[in-house]
């Protein structure tokens, strides 16, 4: 048995271990030493805070009630943890980058700085936690009454109706003192509260190890392991067929909401973290602290159902259980346990409040009343620190208050779930500010009041059952009345749970009323600004604003500002560091727009965004936001899309260029090898008839007794030799100039049938001495456009090889010119040996000789040149292709009109 | 540990997307319901060793990812902005 002296003697001495850590934990911050209460560690258990004494005590409570239900409180913030990457991530580099402290100032800085919006978060969050202050301080009051002022054979009716009032105000007292020690140090919220964490890191050990051991001693000393505790006969709490209802979704969800919208967890998640590599670990730790936190719960309710009498308290069974079986040491264990998690609650919610109620309801009253303007000197610091400790005392004191009034335990158990859903109604403005550029004040403000104050009319006020404001007969019949504005059945909706139906106007109404005014209202500038800002805050880079925000202010009123709220010495720090940036000795730096922007977010991270940005522009003038920019921001995004977009496509250019290239490269390399071909080929030509000219002209210069005949035909063998060369000579320039294009060209419209026939009696003579025949009838006439010494080039050319190279016994060349369509067509053919199949393709080319190797003709440039001159004059030349013997060739022109015979004898006799 | 190749990053991080997406779907109705049953697993009620187990799923998967979560932005995690003057 323990008494009480005993009790009081163990709080106190756990409360001073408590000083000390904090001391020592705060101590080797300052020193430097602060390795183990910055590690990830720490930190996820500084968020256990979340395990109050109503989740210590009340979660058996639940669980006796209503089996599993109670898993939900921690349910919902494990699937929030294990998602941190995209919720928690996200608030956490909004808060390093913004300086944020505080839920308020979270909301307030994204809806443009709005005081207003400050205000009414502020309000929310101080009503919604001072009842459950109160609940925490009722709660370790009752378990020491459950200790000190029962006997075993007590047990089943604790004295819960008269808690000693004097236990709690002490206790009140001495939380308010811790918290003004360590909480208040610094008036930058962003650093750290060392002490405080240290503390509250031992807390949620404490609390951790109190609840197993309970729970191991339920299990394996009163009973025989899992399997046996499971089927005692109050496990049938268990079976509750229609547990998984609506009831079990809205828990879940409140308590996932809840993890991020209490002011006390965003204090610890957010505002206190250092760096993502915390969060990182929290990520699955911190659910891995709920599922132990939840493991015993079970065994211990059972436990307690099955060992205490009827009617025993279920919400201080982790206490009587081991009352009931006299294990004084595990009653201890317990009762610290539940003191821890009460203590570490107060601790942080009252700093949290603190903040809030310091950064957006004193300043701004301090900066609209005149004797507290800002161009009085005064130390703001000072003042702020005082606020603060005065906060801290008046909230503990609303809470004592608000215990001694509604003595009634049952007012006072339900107020866990019921703040959950009174800060739930953040839930709209804080999702909406991160994740929607559109969202306004206007809507973030009309939202959060209609779901507060809906929350407060079907929730808050019911559950005191007529002591405040609402009469019991108003809840049970509506306002005059009037059935349809029953609070708990708003409307007509009956049939639901009071905190479903709850949760189900109050965010409906706030979550409508914030879209539909957000999409109503245009946001004003410094709105869409910081809402560009919060929503990707990944993309663009800290301290970006003074891209935006254009104002001047002398270096010297800045100063005057920055030295009221951080110190002397922290603002010269200050301002002497980012001089050095500017790369400058001296102790100001330029008041450039990025100075100002770089100071007041400073500021922000003492007094909030909404006050910083007050009191910056009290003394700051010509303030303009420049829209252009910010639309600048948003386009960038797309900006880099559309780059990326157009890198793709020139590389597709560059790509089909390289292939160009590619191409030319291969067609060079070929023309190259033509050219190589083509130089070897002609100094070939060109040293047969130089060999023979030189040789003979040899033998003629050293023979002196040479015969005349002989000379004479060695000369003339000269003399054809030298013909052949100049002839190939002219072919080559002949192809060189058309190869190039400045072959001279003398076009003009002839009748076709001249050139030709002039053509067939030059080479007369020629097949004559070949002992060849030319057949040549009379060919039609028709007028071509045409150069006629050109054309007469390429029907010779033809028909000279015709005749040379006809090897048959008597040679016959055919030759005839007439019109089909409208072409006029000369084709000359032959009865020789043909060309063979396979240098047909090639007869064309240059150096090709469709007749074997023979000195007779030149060196084959002659129908490459004819082919040219064709393409010249717009007309072709090919070879027939059929099976008769000999060659065929065809060349065909395009033939203007036809003219009479008559005409054209006319002309001739010209 | 982190991954080195973008499109990794890019799987894991929408993986872990579908984690707390997952978790919810298996614990609430009507999938949860499946498991209301009076049946038991080594003596504990089936539905207690669903939640418990599922919730040690959840937890060890998290751990899984958050080493292999990274972050796709540009700009390196910025640090409390400390001192960032001259900017």
């Not at chain 1, 620190?385 to 004191?397: D, F, Q, W």
């Not at chain 1, 404001?469 to 639901?496: K, M, N, V, W, Y």
């Not at chain 1, 929503?535 to 880079?541: A, H, K, L, Q």
């Not at chain 1, 254009?550 to 009221?564: H, N, P, W, Y």
Request: charged fraction near 15%; proline fraction near 5%; hydrophobic fraction near 50%.
């Amino acid at each position: 048995m323990l008494s009480a002296n005993l009790i009081f003697t163990i709080s106190l001495a756990y409360v001073a271990l408590l000083f000390m850590v904090a001391f020592v934990g705060d101590r080797q911050a300052r020193t430097g030493q602060s390795s183990w209460i910055q590690s990830p560690v720490v930190y996820t258990l500084s968020i256990s805070v979340y395990c109050t004494s109503w989740t210590f005590y009340g979660a058996v409570g639940s669980a006796a009630r209503s089996g599993l239900e109670f898993a939900t409180i921690y349910l919902g913030p494990t699937l929030v943890f294990i998602g941190w990457w995209f919720l928690l991530r996200k608030l956490v580099r909004i808060g390093h980058v913004h300086r944020i402290t505080s839920i308020a100032d979270l909301i307030s800085s994204r809806y443009g700085k709005s005081t207003s919006l400050a205000v009414l978060v502020t309000l929310i969050a101080v009503i919604g936690t001072t009842p459950y202050i109160a609940l925490q301080l009722k709660a370790v009051t009752t378990s020491i009454q459950v200790i000190v002022s029962s006997d075993p054979g007590n047990l089943a009716n604790p004295p819960s109706d008269q808690p000693a009032s004097e236990i709690a105000f002490w206790i009140a007292a001495g939380m308010a003192l811790f918290t003004i020690i360590f909480g208040t140090r610094t008036i930058d919220a962003n650093e750290r509260h060392h002490g405080v964490v240290a503390a509250i890191a031992l807390e949620a050990l404490v609390k951790l190890l109190a609840l197993i051991a309970v729970g191991l001693f339920v299990i394996f000393a009163l009973a025989d392991g899992p399997a046996d505790i499971f089927s005692r006969e109050a496990a049938k709490v268990l079976q509750t067929e229609d547990m998984f209802d609506a009831r079990w979704v809205a828990l879940t969800f409140l308590s996932g909401v809840a993890i991020i919208c209490l002011p006390r967890q965003f204090q610890v998640t957010v505002v206190e973290n250092t760096g993502e590599d915390q969060l990182r670990m929290a990520s699955w730790l911190f659910p891995l602290y709920l599922m132990l936190m939840s493991l015993f719960v079970l065994p211990i309710a059972i436990g307690g159902l099955s060992v205490l009498p009827e009617g025993a308290d279920p919400d201080m069974f982790v206490l009587t259980v081991p009352m009931s079986v006299g294990q004084d040491l595990l009653v201890l264990l317990a009762f610290l346990g539940g003191f821890s998690s009460a203590t570490s609650m107060v601790i942080v919610a009252s700093i949290a409040l603190s903040t809030m109620i310091s950064n957006h309801i004193v300043m701004p009253v301090m900066l609209r009343t005149p004797w507290t303007s800002i161009e009085r000197s005064g130390d703001v610091r000072r003042l702020l620190l005082v606020s603060r400790r005065i906060s801290i005392g008046v909230i503990l004191l609303l809470g004592y208050v608000y215990f001694r009034l509604s003595g009634k335990s049952d007012a006072l158990a339900a107020i866990g779930l019921i703040a959950f859903a009174g800060v739930a109604q953040f839930l709209p403005p804080l999702l909406g500010g991160i994740y929607w550029k559109r969202a306004t004040a206007t809507g973030a403000k009309i939202g959060l009041a209609t779901g507060f104050i809906l929350w407060g009319y079907t929730l808050f006020l019911p559950s005191f059952e007529g002591d405040l404001l609402l009469s019991a007969s108003t809840i049970e019949h509506g306002p005059l009345g009037i059935g349809l504005l029953r609070p708990q059945a708003l409307f007509g909706l009956t049939g639901l749970d009071p905190l479903v139906h709850a949760l189900f106007w109050s965010l409906s109404a706030n979550v409508v009323l914030f879209v539909l005014c957000s999409l109503l209202v245009e946001p004003k500038p410094l709105e869409r600004l910081q809402g560009t800002l919060f929503v990707d805050v990944f993309r663009t880079p800290a301290g970006d604003e003074h891209r935006f925000i254009r104002r001047s202010a002398s270096a010297e009123d800045l100063f005057i500002l920055a030295q009221r709220i951080l110190g002397a010495a922290e603002a010269q720090r200050l301002f002497r560091e980012f001089a050095a940036g500017q790369g400058s000795d001296s102790d100001f730096p330029q008041p450039t727009d990025a100075f100002i922007a770089h100071l007041e977010r400073r500021l922000a991270g003492s007094i909030g965004a909404a006050s910083a940005r007050a009191m910056v522009s009290q003394i700051a003038s010509g303030e303009t936001i420049s829209l252009d920019e910010l639309m600048k921001i948003a386009d960038e995004t797309a900006q880099l899309m559309e780059y990326s977009q157009e890198v793709e496509k020139k590389s597709i250019q560059l790509e089909a260029t390289a292939r160009e290239l590619r191409r030319a490269n291969q067609r060079l390399t070929l023309l190259d090898a033509q050219k190589d071909d083509f130089l070897s080929q002609v100094s070939h030509e060109v040293r047969t008839p130089m060999t023979s000219i030189r040789s003979f002209s040899e033998i003629l210069l050293e023979t002196r007794d040479l015969t005349s005949p002989q000379a004479q035909r060695f000369l003339s063998i000269i003399h054809e030799e030298s013909l052949r060369l100049t002839r190939l000579l002219d072919e080559i320039l002949d192809m060189n100039l058309m190869d190039r294009g400045e072959a001279s060209w003398n076009l003009h419209e002839l009748d076709a049938s001249v050139p030709l026939s002039r053509a067939v009696e030059t080479c007369r003579g020629l097949a004559r001495s070949a002992g060849a025949e030319i057949h040549f009838g009379e060919p039609a006439s028709a007028i071509v456009m045409a150069d006629p010494d050109r054309l007469q080039q390429v029907v010779i050319n033809i028909l000279t090889n015709a005749i040379k190279h006809n090897t048959t016994a008597e040679p016959e060349v055919h030759v005839e010119g007439r019109l089909v369509g409208g072409e006029y067509v000369i084709e000359i053919s032959d009865n020789g040996p043909g060309i063979p199949s396979h240098l047909r393709p090639f007869i064309f080319e240059k150096f090709q000789r469709g007749a074997a190797q023979s000195s007779t003709g030149g060196i084959g440039l002659g129908l490459a040149i004819s082919k040219e001159i064709m393409k010249r004059l717009g007309g072709t030349l090919a070879l027939v292709e059929d099976d008769g013997p000999g060659t065929r060739f065809r060349i065909a022109l395009n033939a203007k009109a036809l003219r009479s015979v008559a005409q054209r004898q006319n002309q001739a006799v010209e | 540990m982190r991954p080195s190749s973008p499109s990794v990053a890019a799987k894991y991080r929408d993986a872990a997307f579908l984690l707390p997406l997952a978790g919810l779907f298996l614990l609430m109705p009507p999938f949860i319901d499946l498991f209301a049953v009076h049946e038991t697993l080594f003596g504990i009620p089936l539905i207690v060793a669903y939640v418990f187990g599922l919730w040690t799923a959840m937890i060890l998967v998290a751990f899984w990812f958050s080493h292999r979560l990274s972050d796709p932005e540009h700009h390196a995690p910025s640090p409390p902005d400390t001192s960032s003057p001259g900017r």
